[in-house]
């Protein structure tokens, strides 16, 4: 009997949480308005949306309590409100809207783009994994809850958007990175922490200021988890004196704020940033860096004076933060006047790239250079064809492009309209329905983990 009774509580149970959550299957471009989903029910909600499929919250004011987003693509168009919820291998753009995340939120092998002055505000705490998020425009990411934990993700900050930290700790572990700029001196983008702290967990792992306007701000220090070191940037430690008043370079404001400028990085060994007082007989006049056809870029400098001064070693880098040697150039070792140096990279890269300078003297010493940054052509072009199109497009990859690649489409208003992502193992053919999109012309965004690869347009005709 007993059993019985027992049985009976756990069915009871069973049916109760069951009965407890609502669950959609999306398999067509839908809008909340048109659903009306009742996510404020008090049971929980999931929605499972197919890939390629949209749907767009177009409805005001939606308050979403312990909501799951599965799969497909999330065109928030009206500020909403999210009650714990959580995302899993979505595409989620924001265009001039909020997204509140209040109680604990999750996101997991997720694409966020937020355009515009659009803005995501978190009230809890949020754990990002294998994540992507891109901000345009004036927009911003706040954290005003809890922690903020992130493990091999990415976030990216252009033109004048922002992070802000009020709480904490930012953790960043597992090659997670915050980057401010893009490599343009007109961005603004910036990293503000009031206090909060940061907390970085390995060697792959930090903060990259682009450029010269682009800065970190934090009153507390930072530790490095990995040798269990904290480091600061006010005053009087020397980060907060650097790259101050430069060319086209926002005032420091006095060396008593917790300010460090970029170029700069942020890791596990401190701040590496282009003031760093001076290891070598070398005084380095000019470095720069342009990118020629062919997807080559040429590297330029200049000394004015070597003393014992042994080579140079070239380093490039895809973020800012880890770094390679791509080639030497023998220093003329000790003259008083003028030496130019020129070393031009052949290797295939894409969007952006850093470089800076190791110079090495002859008792192997050695100092960095400030960081140059470039913006770069594609490695190859993709076809996108036929051009105009009806219900289908097809995507030709050269034998260069390989990996995990994403199609955007958006339209003239600039809202994303279609995304879908690829792998390519080096070259092939990929067919692409746009037969539910209206008529009209597209602007195209085809990229890679590693950045932009190639813009364009795309006219649909029927």
């Not at 009976?8 to 009306?36: D, E, G, P, R, V």
């Not at 168009?77 to 714990?84: K, P």
């Not at 002055?117 to 990002?128: K, Q, R, W």
């Not at 682009?214 to 020397?238: D, R």
């Amino acid at each position: 009997m007993k059993h019985i009774q027992f049985f009976l509580l756990m069915l009871t149970i069973l049916l109760s949480n069951i009965q407890a959550q609502n669950t959609y299957t999306i398999t067509a471009n839908t809008t909340w308005s048109s659903k009306n989903y009742p996510t404020n029910s008090g049971k929980s909600s999931v929605f499972n949306i197919s890939s390629g499929v949209t749907l767009t919250i177009d409805q005001k004011n939606v308050t979403c309590s312990q909501c799951s987003f599965n799969g497909g693509i999330l065109q928030i168009t009206q500020n909403i409100s999210c009650q714990g919820c959580s995302f899993s291998n979505d595409n989620i753009s924001l265009s001039g809207v909020s997204m509140t995340l209040n109680g604990s939120s999750t996101f997991s092998k997720v694409s966020l783009i937020v355009n515009g002055a659009g803005t995501e505000v978190a009230n809890g705490s949020v754990t990002l994994s294998s994540s992507t998020f891109a901000f345009n425009g004036s927009s911003g990411y706040t954290n005003n809850g809890g922690q903020l934990d992130m493990t091999a993700s990415v976030m990216y900050f252009y033109d004048n958007t922002s992070f802000l930290a009020n709480v904490g700790p930012v953790n960043l572990r597992s090659g997670s990175l915050i980057i401010a700029g893009n490599g343009a001196a007109t961005s603004h983008s910036f990293v503000k922490f009031n206090g909060a702290g940061l907390d970085i967990f390995d060697n792959t792992s930090g903060i990259v200021l682009s450029n010269t306007n682009n800065y970190y701000y934090n009153w507390n220090a930072f530790t490095s988890k990995s040798n269990n070191k904290t480091y600061t940037t006010t005053y009087p430690a020397a980060p907060s004196k650097q790259n101050c008043g430069g060319s086209g370079q926002n005032a420091c404001g006095g060396y008593s704020t917790p300010v460090v400028y970029g170029p700069a990085t942020f890791n596990y060994g401190g701040v590496t940033s282009s003031s760093s007082a001076t290891l070598l007989p070398v005084l380095l006049t000019d470095f720069t860096v342009s990118a020629l056809s062919d997807n080559q870029v040429e590297i330029n400098w200049s000394t004015q004076m070597e003393d014992n001064a042994s080579y140079f070693s070239i380093e490039k880098s895809s973020n800012g933060l880890t770094w390679e040697d791509i080639g030497h150039v023998a220093a003329k070792g000790n003259t008083p006047t003028v030496t130019q140096y020129h070393f031009l990279d052949n290797g295939p890269s894409v969007s952006v790239a850093y470089y800076r300078l190791k110079m090495v003297d002859l008792d192997n010493k050695w100092t960095y250079s400030d960081i140059q940054v470039v913006r770069l052509a594609p490695v190859a072009r993709i076809g996108l064809y036929p051009n105009p199109a009806r219900d289908f497009v097809q995507l030709a990859f050269p034998q260069s492009v390989s990996g995990d690649i994403s199609l955007e489409l958006y339209n003239q208003s600039g809202q994303l309209v279609l995304r879908n992502g690829l792998h390519s193992a080096g070259g092939g053919n990929f067919s692409i329905s746009v037969g539910q999109l209206v008529p009209g012309i597209y602007y195209v965004k085809i990229s890679a983990k590693g950045g932009l690869l190639q813009t364009g347009k795309l006219v649909l005709s029927r």
